[in-house]
């Protein structure tokens, strides 16, 4: 079977990285391709590298309180592209009513501080699961 | 039959065979390991044999003396308790004025500011990274027209301002001193701290604007120019506080800072300057976790490890260089979004650490920290939490409590035996220069890697349940309670622009220009830049604008992604 491919990005300027870079390492030792962008990238930059590298997942993590701006505006991209087939996932500190508007929008696993990395990697591999076969 | 005793080293050993071992025998442990959240192995038992060699007059000293172990202050508490300083700013410069104002009207003198991520990374709130995040984590600071809403009607000779901020750091002390001119309030009056760490943000927080070597330069230029012009303001917290929240140990927490601390030592020494001349107005600023002997281990040792290095290996000769005083901030990191008022007792037990390790000054984190920026409730209960501990548990009532604890002073020895491998490691990295090391270290990722190691281990020891929170991986619960949380007017972003806007077309555009040119050929020329920027924030140039100029002459900062 193809590897799973997945794009792990920071968004806007929040710094912090221990989070992202926990989950990649643990999404890396489970089989997962990883690609991580670094910090400090503008939504159209992460679109970008996600079409550039064919992922199936793109996955953001916003600690900074921008989620209702940053992952609408990737949506909002994704879509103008034509990357239907693409799970948007997100983490980091998201109250719940963000969670369920941002779900609305397409947004498909929203992980908070807690979250284990095992239960990420099943949602990845259940939700990818569920996409039609990419050629 | 119990075995003849040959000599006195082995009493614990006698101990163990004969009463330990049929009782472990018979009953067992709970587990195999028992670890702090640093992964450091704790003994079952600690006795006299542990501390044969701590040696009172050398190790730990009376407290106010060399090398100050037991605290800074012959008193500690008794005298004035720590300063309760709890961190504040969101919005634009109009709401936090307001609290500001309210603060004060309740006896505060100590205000602590926060800023929005535009204003850390020296970008104005139009830049396109900017978007979405104006005001929302603190407040929003463009030009001095900011500045000045922000401290209307508070009097600068009056209070003391701690100022969360690196990257800008020397354009929002130009604006502090400019205001002070305003209010005609002497520049050698003005009291406060700016964090203006670079070395820890490469390492670990992750603001930056220009590369670590120039940005060590616009540090030392700040040294230089403050010890003469504001000589009762700090001009640097050298924290350790966000290596730990990126995943660090204990360890390497207070190795990194310190390290960075002397690295910070060296620049200044390179710079011409006399060490007794600017080492008082160092301050450091540390994290307080979960493992509270640990803790209160690596406050004890970050005494003892600075004032020896001070005084042999840098020769300074003032003891109020040799005096580590710090401000402690309880583990934002160890907070739960799940049970949220369980936090409350997380951060107690920290902030008890904390006062057991002397500190200085103290932020308590509020229970709802892990879910969003915290409420007035939330926050005031933060504040309840360290006026009980000062008022009601007696641990402010006598100096050092835990001192000559088999256990405590043991930890202390370990904690600074593992932290002196790492700065050792580093002076070689350097070959024989701490700032050198910690540069190179930055480059090569070193402590970048050291950290996401330690961090990455830690998630898995909570995922394999060797590393228990109660209510996440031990006692959840299905649905937990939700509290109410602060949200940020979204009009702030809009407001902030429109100012901006009017500020940059009523403003004398030729002379903020000439004022930002001044500074650009100021810093080609290695030129202390601190007089020009003083002079372009008087000019309205903003913060995006100076901290342009130093990126064009400079370059940029981009760290190379690694996991």
Redesign the interface.
């Known amino acids: 079977m193809k590897k799973i491919r997945i794009l792990m990005a920071k968004a806007?300027?929040?710094?912090?990285?221990?989070g992202v870079?926990?989950v990649?390492?643990?999404l890396?030792d489970a089989g997962l391709e990883?690609i991580?962008?670094?910090?400090?990238n503008?939504p159209e930059q992460i679109v970008r590298a996600a079409l550039q590298e064919d992922v199936d997942v793109i996955g953001v993590s916003i600690l900074?309180?921008?989620h209702?701006?940053?992952l609408p505006?990737i949506r909002e991209l994704m879509a103008k592209n034509g990357m239907d087939d693409v799970i948007l996932m997100g983490g980091g500190?998201i109250?719940?009513e963000d969670k369920s508007n941002l779900e609305k929008l397409g947004v498909k696993g929203l992980f908070?501080?807690?979250a284990?990395?095992?239960e990420i990697v099943e949602f990845i591999k259940s939700e990818v699961g569920k996409q039609p076969q990419r050629v | 039959m119990a075995k003849p005793v040959s000599d006195q080293e082995s009493e614990k050993a006698r101990w163990e065979q004969e009463t330990l071992k049929p009782f472990l025998a018979k009953n067992g442990e709970r587990c195999e390991r028992f670890i702090t959240v640093s992964d450091e192995e704790i003994e079952r038992l600690a006795t006299s044999e542990d501390i044969r060699d701590v040696d009172y007059e050398r190790d730990l000293g009376d407290p106010g003396e060399y090398p100050f172990t037991r605290g800074v202050y012959p008193n500690m508490y008794r005298g004035r308790l720590w300063t309760m300083r709890q961190f504040a700013g969101f919005g634009g410069p109009e709401e936090t004025n307001q609290r500001f104002k309210y603060l004060i009207e309740h006896g505060q003198t100590g205000l602590s500011t926060a800023f929005d991520?535009?204003t850390?990374?020296g970008?104005d709130s139009d830049a396109?990274?900017?978007?979405?995040?104006v005001g929302?984590?603190g407040v929003a600071i463009d030009t001095m027209h900011d500045f000045e809403i922000l401290f209307d009607g508070i009097p600068l000779d009056q209070v003391s301002t701690s100022f969360t901020i690196n990257p800008s750091a020397p354009v929002i002390y130009a604006m502090y001193i400019a205001m002070a001119d305003q209010q005609g309030v002497p520049r050698s009056m003005i009291r406060g701290t700016i964090q203006n760490d670079m070395l820890k943000e490469f390492i670990a927080?992750?603001?930056w604007v220009v590369p670590p070597r120039p940005s060590v330069d616009l540090i030392a230029d700040i040294f230089e120019y403050g010890i003469k012009e504001t000589p009762k303001f700090n001009l640097i917290s050298i924290s350790g506080y966000h290596i730990r929240?990126?995943?660090s140990t204990a360890v390497q927490e207070l190795a990194f800072t310190l390290a960075d601390g002397m690295a910070y030592v060296e620049a200044g020494m390179q710079r011409g300057l006399d060490i007794d001349d600017f080492a008082p107005q160092l301050s450091f600023f540390f994290n307080s976790h979960n493992s509270l002997f640990e803790e209160i281990a690596k406050f004890r040792a970050a005494r003892r490890i600075w004032a020896r290095v001070m005084r042999e290996r840098y020769g300074a000769k003032n003891p109020r260089s040799w005096m580590l005083k710090f401000h402690t901030q309880t583990a934002g990191?160890s907070?739960?979004?799940?049970q949220p008022l369980n936090n409350i007792i997380r951060v107690t037990i920290q902030a008890m650490a904390a006062v057991l390790g002397g500190t200085q000054s103290l932020h308590t984190n509020s229970y709802d920290e892990?879910?969003?920026?915290p409420t007035e409730d939330a926050a005031r209960i933060a504040l309840r939490t360290q006026q009980i501990i000062a008022f009601e548990s007696g641990a402010a009532d006598t100096v050092d409590p835990l001192a000559g604890s088999y256990f405590i002073e043991n930890l202390t020895s370990r904690v600074e035996e593992q932290t002196m491998d790492y700065i050792n490691r580093i002076d070689k990295m350097g070959d024989g220069s701490i700032l050198e090391g910690v540069l190179r270290g930055i480059e090569d990722g070193f402590f970048q890697r050291e950290i996401?190691q330690a961090?990455?281990l830690y998630?898995q020891q909570?995922?394999r349940g060797d590393q228990i929170?109660v209510g996440?991986?031990k006692y959840a619960m299905r649905d937990g309670m939700?509290p109410n949380?602060l949200r940020?007017d979204p009009d702030v972003e809009k407001r902030q622009l429109k100012r901006l806007k009017k500020t940059k077309s009523e403003r004398d555009n030729p002379k903020a220009k000439a004022c930002l040119d001044a500074l650009r050929e100021a810093i080609e020329a290695k030129e202390n830049s601190m007089p020009y920027i003083v002079e372009a924030v008087k000019a309205y140039a903003s913060v995006g604008e100076i901290m342009s100029v130093c990126r064009e002459v400079y370059g940029a900062y981009?760290?190379?992604?690694?996991?």
Request: with cysteine; charged share 25%; proline share 5%.
């Open positions: 806007g300027l929040d710094g912090h990285d221990r870079k926990v990649a390492r643990a890396r990883v991580y962008s670094g910090l400090h503008t900074s309180g921008a209702m701006t940053l505006k500190i109250p719940d908070g501080p807690g284990s990395t095992q | 991520m535009p850390l990374m970008l396109e990274l900017s978007l979405g995040e929302v984590e927080q992750k603001e929240e990126a995943g990191c907070l739960t979004e799940q892990a879910l969003a920026l996401a961090a990455y998630q909570v995922e929170i996440v991986n939700r949380l940020i981009r760290e190379p992604a690694m996991i």
